[in-house]
């Protein structure tokens, strides 16, 4: 049987995640051309990643630059494969294992078993292009403050 779902399974977009080969020209870049801000920058060993999170006004969403720690990062073969641009698309959770679960019990694939640690100390897991779309979609539950 399947799990039934809240109404509303996602809160909000939480960020959209943009591949680049230099975080720094990248972050220079949209600070120029849109007049946006970073809010946060670190490194993220786990997923591979320098990343920089840029606001997109009081909306609560952001712009995430994702750019590759090493040529084995699943971002520098992401950009190999398709040249830098939208790599992914970031839904808020509330309650992660239990829409992973869900998502699960629905039929899709998820990449992890387990959420594992994203940017300032969230916890993500993504649902895998092949059920989705097309689209890597992450699913991101905020630290708790």
């Known amino acids: 049987m399947r799990t039934q779902l809240p109404t ?15 975080l720094d020209e990248a972050v220079r870049f949209y600070a120029d051309a849109f007049g946006m801000k970073v809010t946060h920058v670190e490194v993220n060993p786990e997923q591979g990643v320098r990343e920089a999170m840029l ?16 040529d084995e990062s699943p971002i520098a073969k992401f950009i190999d494969r398709k040249g830098p641009g939208i790599q992914q698309l970031a839904y808020r959770v509330n309650d992660i294992e239990a829409v992973s ?45």
């Open 8 to 22: 509303q399974l996602f809160e909000a977009i939480d960020h959209v995640g943009i591949a680049v080969p230099d």
């Open 55 to 70: 606001a997109i006004g009081d909306s609560g969403s952001s712009i995430q630059l994702l750019a590759p720690l090493s």
């Open 101 to 145: 679960q869900a998502l699960r019990d629905r039929g899709l694939e998820l990449l992890y078993d387990e959420p594992r640690r994203g940017t300032s100390n969230s916890r993500v897991n993504f649902i895998h292009p092949r059920s989705a779309g097309g689209v890597l979609v992450e699913l991101v539950e905020p630290a708790s403050s």
